[in-house]
């Protein structure tokens, strides 16, 4: 309605009732002219990610040499969190086995999705997070995945920090290493501390204010709002959740953190 509106106004003031009606018909072909382009950048970018996220992801897998059973399963499950079906689905797939190929140009792929992503920082964390998911979803991430994710996380412009910190609140939601109903192990414990980005020193005002600062900063409406693709919502849900099975873990021990 906006540039119609605008068009009719500028051909009313220049040429009368004919410049009226004249530019109302421009204005309201510029509209949709632009509304095109804007769903066709979306369409765009939305392609770019996804190819992005599984190519890279199928370099990862392979980093080990083998992709296990558990890995493709947790690749299945990000299909799922990105909601892709039919021929988006059939894209990323082959996305993913072409950055299984040795020739594959990891640096390039990463910087495409740098360029697309340019001033969404969380969308950088939720784009590792994918990563991280799939390469630890046969309960280890090894030497070499670790490595390959801070050279990923450095050319994203993230740090070997930011990556501990996601393999901790990783390992801290899994439940390793602690039987249903018992009290929880200590590496889960620290791994819990890590995720939350303090220690077991931290006062209880501390932790409480580490988790209060990343839950406000991940939470999807948040994170939409700051240009999050509707794509990648489930993945910021998943990590809200995360978040908050480490705090539930660290208060099970703490008296000084409800």
């Known amino acids: ?23 109302g018909a421009i204005g309201y072909l510029a509209g949709f002219a632009l509304k095109r382009s804007v769903i066709g950048g979306l369409r765009m970018a939305q392609s770019r990610l996804v190819d992005s996220t599984f190519s890279v992801m199928g370099a990862l897998c392979k980093a080990d040499s083998v992709v296990t059973r558990d890995e493709i399963q947790a690749v299945e ?3 799922r969190m990105f909601n892709l079906h039919g021929a988006q689905k059939q894209k990323a797939k082959d996305a993913f086995n072409r950055g299984k190929e ?3 140009d990891l640096d390039a792929a990463v910087d495409s999705f740098a360029s697309l992503s340019r001033g969404r920082g969380p969308l950088l964390q939720l784009f590792l997070q994918v990563q991280c998911m799939a390469i630890a979803a046969d309960g280890k991430i090894y030497p070499a ?17 930011d990556v501990l910190q996601l393999e901790a609140l990783l390992r801290s939601a899994t439940g390793r290493g602690s039987a249903a109903g018992a009290p929880p192990t200590q ?6 501390y890590a995720a939350l980005g303090v220690t077991p020193e931290s006062s209880g005002a501390e932790i409480k204010s580490a988790y209060r600062k990343l839950i406000s900063e991940n939470h999807p409406d948040k994170l939409a709002s700051r240009g999050l693709p509707e794509s990648m919502r489930q993945v910021a849900e998943e990590r809200s ?6 705090y539930d873990l660290i208060k099970e021990v703490r008296t000084d953190v409800k």
């Not at 995945?145 to 412009?157: F, K, P, S, Y």
């Not at 590496?187 to 819990?192: E, G, P, S, T």
């Open 241 to 246: 959740r995360e978040i908050n099975s480490a």
């Open 102 to 104: 040795p020739d594959f």
């Open 187 to 192: 590496d889960r414990l620290k791994d819990a």
């Open 145 to 161: 995945e670790h490595e390959m994710l801070v050279r990923i996380a450095t050319r994203l412009g993230l740090s070997e920090a």
């Open 77 to 79: 499950q990000v299909f």
């Open 1 to 23: 309605m906006f540039f119609p509106l605008v068009g009719a106004i500028i051909g009313a003031i220049s040429g009368g009732f004919a410049g009226f009606l004249i530019g």
